[in-house]
């Protein structure tokens, strides 16, 4: 295992210190829990928009805490849910009076701690809703997920949700907000490595040369099925024809595309792969209207990437070009 850390123990801490000392002007960082928040935090009038997982999936999900996307972020360690008392004090620090409004992940830990930290607010007298991300057609059920997994649209519905919260929507509707974009976009992946968490120092699974994992989920875990390695254009086919078919999407739909690297993939490599992509979208009728291409919901130094199409509208479009201001998605602020 070659890594730039310290001692595995310490990787989310010293990692946290690194975004205080590059970013401290822009957010705060807790360390006793583990948390993020905007700077400006609490803003009165205005639903705190709450996310977090377990860390190794950077820029995700403290890289996005700032204007126009999220108030905070729970970093758990390496692969593993934040806890409850994580969440609680997060979303109390930015509480405004408006409620919170959690960002969860369909992972059966992230799910339960976040139902309980829910629970603590409400006894606070806080107001608590949350919406859950479960866009991954690869697999119905799998090592870490009672469902689907949730993966790429958390970064579509993280930047969507906020735009909206900065606009001081209502809680109840942002939640409504959240689940029809839920409803709406898919996502699958594939590796063509694995990645190794600093505290096993051991790779998540075994991939021979000339070998592939379709359909993997952000942890490591198996996919649909293992495949002789293919050509960028022929993987990009595999994963856009599952996406396509699963929600349905139709000829007419306007979409985002989102191409996403998992960590080791280069942006040379994701724009062949973005090409190809668009390329398809278009022979099946949908029009690509946004786009985002980059690492933005990683697996460590995984080779591979990600592909998320979401339905889009005008308010869709309206809100996901409106500014946004975080360490690692900035655009018209």
Same mark, same amino acid.
């Given at each position: 295992?070659?890594?730039?850390?310290?001692?595995?123990?310490?990787?989310? *801490?010293?990692?946290?210190?690194?975004?205080?000392?590059?970013?401290? #002007?822009?957010? =705060?960082? !807790?360390?006793?829990?583990?948390?993020?928040? =905007?700077?400006?935090?609490?803003?009165?009038?205005?639903?705190?928009?709450?996310?977090? /997982?377990?860390? $190794?999936?950077?820029?995700?999900?403290?890289?996005?805490?700032?204007?126009?996307?999220?108030?905070?972020?729970?970093?758990?360690?390496?692969?593993?849910?934040?806890?409850?008392?994580?969440?609680?004090?997060?979303?109390?620090?930015?509480?405004?009076?408006?409620?919170?409004?959690?960002?969860?992940?369909?992972?059966?830990? %992230?799910?339960?701690?976040?139902?309980?930290?829910?629970?603590?607010?409400?006894?606070?007298?806080?107001?608590?809703? !949350?919406?859950?991300?479960?866009?991954?057609?690869?697999?119905?059920? @799998?090592?870490? #997920?009672? /469902? =689907?997994?949730?993966?790429?649209?958390?970064?579509?519905?993280?930047?969507?949700?906020?735009?909206?919260?900065?606009?001081?929507?209502?809680?109840? %509707?942002?939640?409504?907000? /959240?689940? @029809?974009?839920?409803?709406?976009? =898919?996502?699958?992946?594939?590796?063509? #490595?694995?990645?190794?968490?600093?505290?096993?120092?051991?790779?998540?699974?075994?991939?021979?040369?000339?070998?592939?994992?379709?359909? &993997?989920?952000?942890?490591?875990?198996?996919?649909? *099925?293992?495949?002789?390695?293919?050509?960028?254009?022929?993987?990009?086919?595999?994963?856009?024809?599952?996406?396509?078919?699963?929600?349905?999407?139709? @000829?007419?739909?306007?979409?985002?595309?989102?191409?996403?690297?998992?960590? $080791? #993939?280069?942006?040379?490599?994701?724009?062949?792969?973005?090409?190809?992509?668009?390329? &398809?979208?278009?022979?099946?009728?949908?029009?690509?209207?946004?786009?985002?291409?980059?690492?933005?919901?990683? @697996?460590?130094?995984?080779?591979?990437?990600?592909?998320?199409?979401?339905?889009?509208?005008?308010?869709?479009?309206?809100?996901?070009?409106?500014?946004?201001?975080?360490?690692?998605?900035?655009? /018209?602020?």
């Amino acid at each position: 295992m070659k890594k730039l850390i310290n001692a595995p123990e310490n990787v989310v *801490r010293e990692a946290l210190e690194g975004i205080r000392a590059a970013h401290g #002007t822009r957010v =705060r960082v !807790s360390l006793e829990p583990f948390y993020v928040v =905007r700077g400006d935090a609490p803003r009165p009038g205005k639903v705190g928009i709450v996310s977090g /997982g377990g860390s $190794g999936h950077e820029p995700m999900h403290a890289g996005y805490v700032g204007r126009g996307m999220l108030d905070a972020a729970c970093p758990g360690q390496i692969f593993t849910s934040p806890t409850p008392d994580q969440i609680f004090e997060a979303s109390k620090a930015v509480s405004a009076g408006a409620g919170v409004l959690h960002v969860v992940k369909n992972y059966t830990g %992230d799910v339960m701690n976040f139902v309980l930290a829910a629970d603590m607010l409400r006894d606070e007298g806080i107001e608590a809703e !949350s919406v859950l991300v479960d866009d991954d057609v690869a697999v119905e059920n @799998s090592l870490y #997920t009672a /469902g =689907r997994r949730g993966v790429g649209l958390t970064v579509l519905m993280e930047k969507l949700l906020g735009a909206a919260a900065e606009e001081l929507v209502s809680l109840g %509707d942002l939640k409504k907000l /959240g689940e @029809s974009i839920r409803s709406s976009g =898919r996502s699958m992946g594939i590796a063509l #490595t694995p990645c190794t968490a600093p505290q096993s120092g051991r790779p998540s699974f075994e991939l021979a040369d000339d070998e592939m994992e379709l359909g &993997i989920g952000i942890h490591g875990e198996p996919g649909r *099925r293992r495949a002789p390695l293919a050509t960028a254009d022929e993987i990009t086919a595999m994963l856009m024809e599952p996406v396509l078919r699963d929600l349905p999407f139709r @000829s007419g739909d306007e979409v985002l595309l989102f191409v996403n690297g998992m960590g $080791g #993939t280069p942006l040379l490599e994701l724009y062949i792969v973005y090409r190809k992509a668009a390329e &398809i979208a278009s022979q099946h009728g949908t029009k690509v209207v946004r786009s985002l291409v980059g690492p933005y919901i990683t @697996s460590l130094e995984m080779a591979g990437c990600s592909i998320t199409l979401l339905k889009m509208n005008q308010e869709l479009c309206r809100l996901w070009d409106a500014p946004v201001d975080t360490p690692s998605l900035r655009w /018209g602020a």
